[in-house]
């Protein structure tokens, strides 16, 4: 499942990156 955290990570950060005013 490591592969998937990081798969989630890695979304997360894309968001992040997207919408920098919407950081949780």
Partial sequence: SASGTGL???I???AINQF???QF
Avoid: D, K, M, V
Wanted: no cysteine.
């Fill in 12 to 14: 997360f950060t894309e």
């Fill in 20 to 22: 920098p005013g919407a």
């Fill in 8 to 10: 989630a990570f890695i």
